[in-house]
């Protein structure tokens, strides 16, 4: 592919154009690059001190790859689709690894936009790669993707859309519509992630049952979903629906413990707690929903609320700010959901229990169900697509 506007893209790692061809899915070299990878992430000791690269490190091994490739090599014979430009969000640092990684298993050749803030970890992860790729046996890896850096550019973005085989673009709905106007080949497959709006969904009795060192490592792991990203990754955790079938007090020993729990590891400022008084007054102004506002000293703000409406993902809540719903019975949660309903996070639940929920109502909203603390795990299935089978070609005889 050529690319007119080159010179004005900053190339960190690979080159423009990419000279490799696509291969099969879980092609071997592919997989043992993953391996080599996920080994030099963890013994790396810059690496220690970010939690979301060494978990990358520790998904990328190979058993974790063969595992997943069990889901597709026995189905057909599957060929990357040749050219993949992946746009990562500018708030989720590990974000465009992951994408990089469904690109390359899928058999792709990649183009990966990394986000224009220099995080840390991405600069150790792309060291990483280099020194990897210099390796006799993985040369030829470094033919098959490059990472780029421009200034917001139509013209540039137009540029690189106008030759490739499929996009994943991560990213708000105002970066999506702009890259659906520019000209792609008629074959080329789009994959969008929106803005999409999480909850978690918790059952008060089982909540009560737990010792107390079982309740503070559960609302650990609700803090890891919330506060690790800001609220801003789309499948962190906004609003809180209680199924109370218990007394309020245990819903306030939880919040409670979550307050310890931010006043010890979360850095908390001026300027977040003005975010917060913002986002609070334009929530207050955007919806018809009547709420409480609680709080104690601004890490944590509840806003709480009797309104069972799908108006509850128009209140924008981040930097530990939670809207608040009760209701009895967990079937009532459909009253709920919109389109816009990513993840739930369930405790106190099965899942199958949500399950049969969304298929019996015929819900168009949620697309994923998983235990909270599990909020930020991402694989090949996301937003209801299979990344790795969408980005592959089925060759049927």
């Given at each position: 592919?050529?690319?007119?506007?080159?010179?004005?893209?900053?190339?960190?790692?690979?080159?423009?154009?990419?000279?490799?061809?696509?291969?099969?899915?879980?092609?071997?070299?592919?997989?043992?690059?993953?391996?080599?990878?996920?080994?030099?992430?963890?013994?790396?000791?810059?690496?220690?001190?970010?939690?979301?690269?060494?978990?990358?490190?520790?998904?990328?091994?190979?058993?974790?790859?063969?595992?997943?490739?069990?889901?597709?090599?026995?189905?057909?014979?599957?060929?990357?689709?040749?050219?993949?430009?992946?746009?990562?969000?500018?708030?989720?640092?590990?974000?465009?690894?992951?994408?990089?990684?469904?690109?390359?298993?899928?058999?792709?050749?990649?183009?990966?936009?990394?986000?224009?803030?220099?995080?840390?970890?991405?600069?150790?992860?792309?060291?990483?790669?280099?020194?990897?790729?210099?390796?006799?046996?993985?040369?030829?890896?470094?033919?098959?993707?490059?990472?780029?850096?421009?200034?917001?550019?139509n013209e540039i973005s137009s540029d690189l859309s106008r030759d490739v085989d499929a996009r994943l673009i991560w990213g708000g709905d105002e970066t999506i519509r702009q890259f659906?106007?520019?000209?792609?080949?008629?074959?080329?497959?789009?994959?969008?992630?929106?803005?999409?709006?999480?909850?978690?969904?918790?059952?008060?009795?089982?909540?009560?049952?737990?010792?107390?060192?079982?309740?503070?490592?559960?609302?650990?792991?609700?803090?890891?979903?919330?506060?690790?990203?800001?609220?801003?990754?789309?499948?962190?955790?906004?609003?809180?629906?209680?199924?109370?079938?218990?007394?309020?007090?245990?819903?306030?020993?939880?919040?409670?413990?979550?307050?310890?729990?931010?006043?010890?590891?979360?850095?908390?400022?001026?300027?977040?707690?003005?975010?917060?008084?913002?986002?609070?007054?334009?929530?207050?102004?955007?919806?018809?929903?009547?709420?409480?506002?609680?709080?104690?000293?601004?890490?944590?703000?509840?806003?709480?609320?009797?309104?069972?409406?799908?108006?509850?993902?128009?209140?924008?809540?981040?930097?530990?700010?939670?809207?608040?719903?009760?209701?009895?019975?967990?079937?009532?949660?459909?009253?709920?959901?919109?389109?816009?309903?990513?993840?739930?996070?369930?405790?106190?639940?099965?899942?199958?229990?949500?399950?049969?929920?969304?298929?019996?109502?015929?819900?168009?909203?949620?697309?994923?169900?998983?235990?909270?603390?599990?909020?930020?795990?991402?694989?090949?299935?996301?937003?209801?697509?299979?990344?790795?089978?969408?980005?592959?070609?089925?060759?049927?005889?």
């Amino acid at each position: 592919m050529s690319i007119k506007n080159s010179k004005k893209i900053k190339v960190v790692l690979g080159s423009i154009p990419i000279k490799g061809k696509p291969t099969i899915i879980f092609e071997k070299s592919i997989v043992n690059f993953f391996n080599e990878l996920s080994i030099n992430i963890k013994k790396n000791k810059r690496s220690m001190d970010y939690s979301d690269l060494m978990t990358f490190g520790f998904w990328c091994r190979k058993a974790n790859i063969i595992k997943l490739s069990e889901n597709y090599l026995e189905k057909n014979f599957m060929l990357g689709r040749g050219n993949v430009l992946h746009i990562a969000p500018s708030n989720v640092p590990m974000n465009f690894a992951y994408s990089f990684a469904f690109g390359m298993l899928s058999g792709n050749c990649n183009i990966v936009r990394l986000p224009s803030k220099n995080f840390k970890q991405i600069e150790i992860l792309c060291q990483i790669i280099s020194k990897i790729c210099k390796k006799s046996k993985f040369k030829k890896i470094l033919n098959k993707f490059c990472f780029i850096k421009y200034d917001k550019s139509n013209e540039i973005s137009s540029d690189l859309s106008r030759d490739v085989d499929a996009r994943l673009i991560w990213g708000g709905d105002e970066t999506i519509r702009q890259f659906k106007m520019y000209k792609t080949p008629p074959r080329c497959i789009d994959l969008s992630f929106s803005d999409r709006y999480s909850i978690s969904v918790i059952k008060t009795s089982k909540l009560a049952k737990l010792t107390n060192d079982e309740r503070r490592n559960f609302v650990r792991k609700f803090y890891n979903d919330s506060y690790l990203m800001d609220q801003q990754g789309c499948s962190s955790p906004q609003a809180i629906i209680w199924i109370c079938d218990h007394k309020k007090e245990i819903i306030n020993k939880f919040w409670n413990i979550l307050h310890d729990i931010v006043k010890l590891n979360y850095e908390k400022d001026l300027s977040i707690t003005n975010k917060k008084i913002s986002l609070i007054a334009k929530s207050a102004i955007k919806t018809n929903i009547n709420f409480k506002t609680e709080f104690k000293d601004m890490r944590i703000v509840r806003l709480r609320t009797n309104n069972i409406t799908p108006e509850i993902e128009k209140i924008q809540c981040h930097f530990g700010t939670f809207t608040e719903i009760n209701i009895k019975k967990i079937n009532d949660i459909k009253k709920l959901v919109s389109r816009k309903f990513q993840t739930v996070t369930y405790f106190g639940f099965k899942n199958t229990e949500l399950e049969k929920i969304i298929f019996k109502n015929g819900i168009t909203g949620i697309d994923r169900i998983v235990p909270i603390g599990r909020a930020h795990d991402i694989g090949p299935i996301w937003d209801g697509y299979d990344i790795i089978y969408t980005l592959a070609r089925i060759i049927g005889s």
